[in-house]
């Protein structure tokens, strides 16, 4: 079992940044891949990035592409997420995920945390 909680959400202006951090608690972190996904209202929870257990390998969805970096940090059993010029659209909860590699985790997520919410104002 692995439990994942996410913080670092909060109200930032387009053009911004922020830093959402999960920290995991349980089985071998460094064993997992991790991901992170986003939920805007009422719309569908999406892919965002994903790390495999190395962090030597990463995927992202077309529309964080060179604006969000997922790194992982297994000394101290955490991932990030780095998002700089942050879009309106970018406003939703963010989820960390994790699971067996780098495709699962992006795909069927084993584990997943609670969620923290950004919110990117015009």
């Known amino acids: 079992q692995v439990q994942l909680v996410e913080s670092g959400g909060g109200l930032v202006q387009a053009g911004g940044s922020l830093r959402l951090s999960c920290a995991a608690s349980?089985?071998?972190?460094?064993?997992?891949?991790m991901g992170w996904f986003r939920q805007a209202p009422g719309k569908e929870r999406k892919f965002v990035a994903a790390?495999?257990?190395?962090?030597?390998?990463?995927e992202y969805a077309d529309s964080v592409k060179g604006r969000f970096t997922i790194s992982r940090d297994n000394a101290k059993n955490t991932v990030y997420l780095q998002m700089n010029s942050l879009k309106p659209e970018d406003t939703a909860v963010y989820y960390c995920?994790?699971?067996?590699?780098?495709?699962?985790?992006?795909?069927?997520?084993?584990?997943w945390g609670q969620g923290t919410q950004v919110t990117v104002s015009s």
């Open positions: 790390i495999s257990w190395s962090g030597g390998s990463t």
């Open positions: 995920a994790a699971g067996e590699n780098r495709i699962v985790v992006a795909t069927t997520p084993r584990y």
């Open positions: 349980g089985r071998a972190f460094g064993s997992y891949a």
